[in-house]
């Protein structure tokens, strides 16, 4: 490690997708950045591994707001090497007969799809999507982009406007409830829905309905990174590096050193000890208070930190993904039915009810696996995450499911590769051409080695704790927390356990960094967004 000057501005714990946005704004806004990643590499679940030339994103594929986040723009993304591919069919869902219904961006595109199967609910999808459109653009992205309003002073805000209304409604039903009370009947389009809303681990049952517009709308425009999910890191990094961040790499920091309740700096592995004015966090809140604050100063600051920090709830499934470099890209039997469906984005397989789903999810929390989830042909959408040049024809693609962290069948270690065969099989009874296919490589990411790649995603957590009411908006982490600022004073805190939460979504870095420049006197040289303008005008964020 080369030799760190002693004091800074500002110092960054962790080099995931937040903690890089924060430094690139805070370093052009003028502060004195130092971040520290405990990795080898920067980029948090940004991971792009190649082998043999093909390039497997192991945890975040998906980009569910690249095209709305201000950070792509603000930190001038694209002139640093990040572009993004938005698919033409975002999802299709298989049936074991040939047939698929196939879901677009363009809300008229997929009722036509729907059609074939449900003139009726063609007709209805068409005027809900319009509703869900208009909650999710106008109230839920701008919230995004925000600090969170107090949830009663949510309540009360959002009564001012009709969209506002509908979000409030929707806060006190479960995605079952929000889901029926579309009026859809056909059960291939209902389970469409509900899939694309709890594949990254949201409890059908629980609370927070307006959730599933907002997974579903935002999944339809959901990009791949060019050339791989590191790439995202790569341009973050670059421009903060541009505006003179120092980066340490294979630097774990062991303690946030305070002055009775004030954050002065931190502690490195290594025993090196380093000092700024403002220290921002961005892993779980169990990591930042009790193992780097530690209880006494936290209990100094706040009677009720320890207890909120221990009451934190990880989500009850993880994820499996198998990623694959075949010798041929996957050729669906659907497409004689739909063509467009064989090249959708995400592809569902194994579940054709909304009990078919229920049962899946309900058997992964109980530590079962099963043959159900999403096939993606990444190479469909960017030829360049394989070798074409060396391998003429040949595929990346990758098996997403949920699943459970504590496996009923065995050790991870031990079952990983029968998994591996046995989803290709369970494949090839959609796609015939992969039964004698070739696999050149294959990888399993399963949530042991997710946990152990990315020590903060506890237990192969998803997105750094559930999504449940008491750790969501106002509350997330905490109700002392969720402005960024922390009962230590000087202390922020900026990850995926803060609101608005994970998926890569740009937002927690650029959010903390508003309030830390605020706090340091600086300048903020970003402009906000119009549409934050615009909700801000009907009472729609804070």
Same mark, same amino acid.
């Given at each position: 490690?080369?030799?760190?000057?002693?004091?800074?501005?500002?110092?960054?714990?962790?080099?995931?997708?937040?903690?890089?946005?924060?430094?690139?704004?805070?370093?052009?806004?003028?502060?004195?950045?130092?971040?520290?990643?405990?990795?080898?590499?920067?980029?948090?679940?940004?991971?792009?591994?190649?082998?043999?030339?093909?390039?497997?994103?192991?945890?975040?594929?998906?980009?569910?707001?690249?095209?709305?986040?201000?950070?792509?723009?603000?930190?001038?993304?694209?002139?640093?090497?990040?572009?993004?591919?938005?698919?033409?069919?975002?999802?299709?869902?298989?049936?074991?007969?040939?047939?698929?219904?196939?879901?677009?961006?363009?809300?008229?595109?997929?009722?036509?799809?729907?059609?074939?199967?449900?003139?009726?609910?063609?007709?209805?999808?068409?005027?809900?999507?319009?509703?869900?459109?208009?909650?999710?653009?106008?109230?839920?992205?701008?919230?995004?982009?925000?600090?969170?309003?107090?949830?009663?002073?949510?309540?009360?805000?959002?009564?001012?406007?009709?969209?506002?209304?509908?979000?409030?409604?929707?806060?006190?039903?479960?995605?079952?409830?929000?889901?029926?009370?579309?009026?859809?009947?056909?059960?291939?389009?209902?389970?469409?829905?509900?899939?694309?809303?709890?594949?990254?681990?949201?409890?059908?049952?629980?609370?927070?309905?307006?959730?599933?517009?907002?997974?579903?709308?935002?999944?339809?425009?959901?990009?791949?990174?060019?050339?791989?999910?590191?790439?995202?890191?790569?341009?973050?990094?670059?421009?903060?590096?541009?505006?003179?961040?120092?980066?340490?790499?294979?630097?774990?920091?062991?303690?946030?050193?305070?002055?009775?309740?004030?954050?002065?700096?931190?502690?490195?592995?290594?025993?090196?000890?380093?000092?700024?004015?403002?220290?921002?966090?961005?892993?779980?809140?169990?990591?930042?208070?009790?193992?780097?604050?530690?209880?006494?100063?936290?209990?100094?600051?706040?009677?009720?930190?320890?207890?909120?920090? %221990?009451?934190?709830?990880? !989500?009850?499934?993880?994820? +499996?993904?198998? =990623?694959?470099?075949?010798? *041929? $890209?996957? #050729?669906?039997?659907?497409?004689?039915?739909?063509?467009?469906?064989?090249?959708?984005?995400? %592809?569902?397989?194994?579940? !054709?009810?909304?009990?078919? +789903?229920?049962? =899946?999810?309900?058997?992964? *929390? $109980?530590? #079962?696996?099963?043959?159900?989830?999403?096939?993606?042909?990444?190479?469909?959408?960017?030829?360049?995450?394989?070798?074409?040049?060396?391998?003429?024809?040949?595929?990346?693609?990758?098996?997403?499911?949920?699943?459970?962290?504590?496996?009923?069948?065995?050790?991870?270690?031990?079952?990983?590769?029968?998994?591996?065969?046995?989803?290709?099989?369970?494949?090839?009874?959609?796609?015939?051409?992969?039964?004698?296919?070739?696999?050149?490589?294959?990888?399993?990411?399963?949530?042991?080695?997710?946990?152990?790649?990315?020590?903060?995603?506890?237990?192969?957590?998803?997105?750094?704790?559930?999504?449940?009411?008491?750790?969501?908006?106002?509350?997330?982490?905490?109700?002392?927390?969720?402005?960024?600022?922390?009962?230590?004073?000087?202390?922020?805190?900026?990850?995926?356990?803060?609101?608005?939460?994970?998926?890569?979504?740009?937002?927690?870095?650029?959010?903390?960094?508003?309030?830390?420049?605020?706090?340091?006197?600086?300048?903020?040289?970003?402009?906000?967004?119009?549409?934050?303008?615009?909700?801000?005008?009907?009472?729609?964020?804070?």
């Amino acid at each position: 490690m080369a030799k760190l000057e002693r004091e800074y501005d500002v110092i960054i714990v962790g080099g995931g997708p937040n903690g890089l946005v924060a430094a690139g704004y805070l370093a052009k806004a003028g502060a004195k950045v130092l971040l520290l990643e405990r990795h080898h590499e920067l980029g948090g679940g940004l991971i792009t591994e190649e082998w043999s030339g093909f390039r497997f994103n192991t945890h975040a594929k998906l980009m569910m707001m690249m095209d709305v986040a201000p950070a792509y723009e603000d930190l001038e993304l694209e002139s640093w090497g990040c572009s993004y591919k938005h698919p033409d069919a975002a999802a299709a869902i298989f049936t074991r007969d040939g047939r698929a219904l196939t879901l677009y961006p363009d809300i008229e595109r997929s009722a036509a799809s729907i059609a074939r199967f449900s003139p009726a609910d063609a007709e209805r999808y068409s005027e809900v999507m319009q509703e869900w459109s208009i909650l999710v653009e106008e109230a839920l992205v701008p919230a995004t982009f925000t600090l969170p309003m107090p949830m009663l002073d949510m309540v009360v805000s959002y009564q001012q406007s009709e969209v506002g209304e509908l979000v409030n409604e929707m806060a006190e039903e479960t995605f079952l409830e929000t889901l029926d009370a579309t009026g859809f009947e056909n059960e291939l389009l209902r389970t469409a829905i509900l899939y694309l809303g709890t594949m990254y681990g949201m409890d059908p049952d629980g609370g927070l309905g307006f959730l599933l517009p907002l997974f579903f709308h935002r999944l339809l425009h959901a990009s791949i990174i060019s050339n791989g999910s590191h790439q995202l890191a790569g341009s973050l990094a670059r421009f903060a590096n541009n505006h003179g961040v120092t980066f340490e790499r294979a630097a774990p920091v062991v303690k946030v050193l305070c002055d009775g309740t004030k954050a002065v700096g931190v502690r490195l592995a290594g025993g090196d000890e380093v000092f700024a004015k403002k220290v921002i966090t961005t892993t779980n809140p169990q990591t930042t208070f009790l193992d780097l604050v530690g209880e006494d100063a936290c209990n100094q600051a706040s009677p009720s930190l320890v207890e909120q920090t %221990k009451a934190w709830e990880w !989500e009850s499934t993880s994820t +499996l993904n198998v =990623h694959y470099a075949l010798d *041929r $890209r996957p #050729e669906h039997a659907a497409a004689e039915f739909d063509p467009a469906a064989d090249r959708a984005l995400v %592809k569902i397989m194994g579940v !054709e009810t909304v009990d078919d +789903l229920l049962e =899946h999810i309900d058997g992964v *929390r $109980r530590g #079962e696996f099963d043959l159900v989830g999403a096939g993606m042909t990444l190479t469909d959408l960017d030829p360049m995450q394989a070798p074409i040049d060396v391998e003429p024809g040949s595929a990346v693609a990758c098996w997403e499911t949920l699943a459970p962290y504590e496996n009923a069948e065995g050790d991870w270690d031990d079952v990983a590769q029968g998994y591996a065969e046995r989803i290709l099989d369970t494949w090839a009874e959609y796609a015939p051409n992969l039964a004698d296919a070739r696999i050149i490589r294959s990888y399993v990411n399963h949530p042991a080695y997710i946990e152990a790649k990315l020590p903060d995603m506890k237990r192969g957590s998803i997105k750094h704790g559930a999504y449940v009411t008491t750790q969501m908006l106002s509350n997330r982490p905490n109700i002392d927390c969720s402005s960024y600022r922390t009962p230590i004073e000087d202390l922020y805190v900026a990850g995926a356990s803060v609101w608005p939460g994970g998926m890569v979504l740009l937002a927690g870095g650029y959010n903390v960094a508003g309030v830390v420049a605020d706090d340091l006197g600086l300048d903020r040289w970003w402009s906000e967004p119009d549409f934050v303008i615009r909700a801000r005008e009907q009472g729609l964020v804070g």
